[in-house]
């Protein structure tokens, strides 16, 4: 089993940045996608961005071009790097590990809280 611990939450202005990162406490090398998901306040948990074993990557539309996700498979984390913050991002961030091998397995972190003021 694999525990995942998320930092670098905290409160940003609207235009800022901010870099999330998930410290894994084991090896990350075979799980197959990485992701970052958020929830915002009466809103379902949403998938904002991941990165396979191969190095693929996906971000959500509403992130796309200010989001970077990045998978360190030495050091066992992830970030990700989050510019031009805007109010609509205030959520809790999930780190999120997901595989499949001779059974399939998904581990959450704890969460780290972002929030963006206008």
């Known amino acids: 089993q694999v525990q995942l611990v998320e930092s670098g939450g905290g409160l940003v202005q609207d235009g800022g940045s901010l870099r999330l990162s998930c410290a894994a406490s084991?090896?990350?090398?075979?799980?197959?996608?990485m992701g970052w998901y958020r929830q915002a306040p009466g809103k379902q948990r949403e998938l904002v961005a991941a990165?396979?074993?191969?190095?693929?990557?996906f971000y959500a539309d509403s992130v796309k071009g200010r989001f970077t996700m990045s998978r360190d498979n030495i050091k066992n984390t992830v970030t990700l790097q989050m510019n031009s913050l805007k109010p609509e991002d205030t959520a809790v961030y999930y780190c999120?590990?997901?595989?499949?091998?001779?059974?399939?397995?998904?581990?959450w972190g704890q969460g780290t809280q972002v929030t963006v003021s206008s």
């Open positions: 999120n590990a997901y595989g499949y091998s001779d059974h399939e397995y998904e581990y």
């Open positions: 084991g090896s990350i090398f075979s799980i197959n996608v």
């Open positions: 990165v396979t074993r191969g190095r693929s990557t």
